[in-house]
């Protein structure tokens, strides 16, 4: 670097000490030029897409089209009756894939009373053991069909 370069860049480290830097909207001190974080958060482009839970414009794609507050939030609705077998089935042990399916198509249900709180919400369904799958696409299918949003599973353990 020459001299000239080096005696530039420690006159801007002095001057940023000396007066540092103020958001360009707000005022407020920031630690770079133009706009503080804040601003930046704030100001929506006309065309982003919106987060489908709080309305809030999306800067990058995230599952779900979910903001990042809403994707890393806690669930706010633990509700284990929501989803409620109509009939007992028969053990899924020794069965195909083929009959797996077959054996829980139609056996689960959302009632009523759960539809309004399900309506467009994410849900997490989360099961012992997970074999073919089949226990679990019926209970997406059937949250689905009531109404919520995006289903996603969750299993402790996986049969190979």
């Known amino acids: 670097m020459s001299l000239a370069g080096t005696m530039r860049y420690f006159i801007g480290l002095a001057t940023d000490q000396l007066l540092p830097h103020q958001c360009l909207l707000c005022g407020r001190f920031c630690f770079d030029r133009g706009v503080c974080a804040a601003c930046w958060d704030g100001a929506w482009p006309i065309s982003a897409q919106l987060c ?57 249900s959302v009632p009523h009373k759960y539809r309004d709180i399900l309506s467009g919400r994410p849900v997490v369904l989360v099961d012992d053991v997970m074999a073919s799958g089949a226990t679990l696409a019926a209970a997406a299918r059937c949250l689905l069909a009531a109404g919520s949003g995006p289903v996603k599973g969750l299993v402790v353990a996986r049969v190979l």
């Open 52 to 108: 489908h839970r709080c309305g809030r414009p999306l800067a990058h794609a995230l599952p779900d089209h979910l903001c990042g507050q809403c994707w890393l939030a806690p669930a706010d609705t633990f509700a284990p009756n929501m989803l409620q077998r109509r009939h007992h089935n028969k053990s899924q042990a020794g069965l195909s894939r083929a009959q797996r399916k077959k054996n829980v198509a139609g056996i689960f």
